[in-house]
Nanobody, 120 residues
Framework: QVQLVESGGGLVQPGGSLRLSCAASGSFSSIHIMGWYRQAPGNQRELVARITSSGATNYADSVKGRFTISRDNAKNTVYLQMNSLELEDTAVYSC??????????????WGQGTQVTVSS
């Protein structure tokens, strides 16, 4: 099993910045992909950004140039630096990971989610 603990959400004004963190713990042999998804009220959950164990990244078009995803493999932690936040970025942000257990099976895990509110 893998547990994901998120932190860093909150209230910020338009144009401001926030940094989200998500640490993975538990019994696993490797973490393949770590990423962030978000869901605003009335909308479907969407990918924000994800990063592989080798550092390859991809972003939603709406956040390119404003958000940066990074990870510390030694700490099994992924970060999302969010700059130039806009009202439309308001959502619950959830951490996601694809991990391989010692059994060899690969599973997807989700964090509880952290609220990001952009408001003046």
């Amino acid at each position: 099993q893998v547990q994901l603990v998120e932190s860093g959400g909150g209230l910020v004004q338009p144009g401001g910045s926030l940094r989200l963190s998500c640490a993975a713990s538990g019994s696993f042999s490797s973490i393949h992909i770590m990423g962030w998804y978000r869901q605003a009220p009335g909308n479907q959950r969407e990918l924000v950004a994800r990063i592989t164990s080798s550092g390859a990244t991809n972003y939603a078009d709406s956040v390119k140039g404003r958000f940066t995803i990074s990870r510390d493999n030694a700490k099994n932690t992924v970060y999302l630096q969010m700059n130039s936040l806009e009202l439309e970025d308001t959502a619950v942000y959830s951490c996601n990971t694809v991990a391989q257990l010692s059994s060899g099976y690969i599973y997807t895990y989700w964090g509880q989610g952290t609220q990001v509110t952009v408001s003046s």
